[in-house]
């Protein structure tokens, strides 16, 4: 498909454990975003990445949180020693270009339930 | 506080009526914003944006009116549809800032019968 694609669509695991979770952005799109939503809640911006420039990692909560982009492309998201509240739904989007006047289009995420 | 906002959680207009959606900022940098549809389960589909220096732009059954000087903005849906039945969300990115996008908590529009 052209869409921006996520992986797992769902994620149950157990407090403490750690997750990955995956993002193939849309081909050709240089700018992977990273997003967070807890339930009924707007998005919260996680970490961007532009190019091979350095990510701007300024929306990750803690140091629990990382992620990494390979080769421009496909990015990992990771959440380690996840906790109750890590519990919400991962979304990532990509644009072509920078943000600013370029609309950043969303998968339909990963929902990641902590036990 | 929350930078970009909505003033009404929920809408319900009849099906075929006009709706309009607003949404209030209050950083006066912002200059590119977005308009997004959300049905459950599925990730924000954009709708249209428009960038500060413009006041209106128009799509495919909706337009989007930016009024600068009191920091709002909405989005008009015209003849609304059970398939207009979702949360939009306004966004705003910062200029000079980051290119995340700041959202609002979204306002759920229902199309009655």
């Known amino acids: 498909g052209a869409g921006v694609s996520q992986s797992p669509s769902n994620k149950v695991t157990e407090k403490g454990k750690d997750v990955e979770l995956r993002c193939d952005p849309i081909?050709?799109?240089?700018?992977l975003y990273w997003y967070r939503q807890s339930l009924g809640q707007g998005l919260e911006f996680l970490i961007y990445?532009?190019?091979?420039?350095?990510?701007?990692k300024s929306g990750l909560p803690s140091d629990r949180f990382s992620a990494e982009r390979t080769g421009g492309s496909v990015s990992t998201l990771t959440i380690q020693r996840t906790q109750q509240e890590d519990s919400a739904v991962y979304l990532c989007?990509?644009?072509f270009g920078t943000g600013r006047g370029q609309p950043q289009h969303f998968g339909d995420g990963t929902r990641l339930s902590i036990l | 506080g929350e930078s970009v906002g909505l003033h009404l959680p929920t809408l319900s207009v009849q099906e075929g009526d006009n709706s309009i959606i607003n949404c209030a900022y209050s950083?006066?940098?912002?200059?590119?914003f977005i308009w997004y549809k959300q049905e459950s389960g599925k990730g924000p589909q954009f709708i249209i944006d428009?960038?500060?220096?413009?006041d209106k732009r128009q799509g495919q059954r909706v337009t989007v009116l930016l009024n600068k000087t009191v920091k709002h903005l909405s989005l008009q849906i015209a003849a609304t549809q059970p398939g207009d039945s979702a949360v939009y969300f306004c966004?705003?990115?910062?200029?000079?800032?980051?290119?995340?996008?700041?959202f609002g908590k979204g306002t759920h529009l229902i199309i009655q019968p």
């Open positions: 989007a990509s644009s």
């Open positions: 081909s050709g799109h240089t700018a």
């Open positions: 990445f532009q190019g091979n420039s350095a990510p701007d």
């Open positions: 950083n006066s940098a912002s200059d590119y």
């Open positions: 428009i960038r500060s220096n413009m």
């Open positions: 966004a705003e990115v910062i200029g000079g800032g980051a290119d995340g996008l700041t």
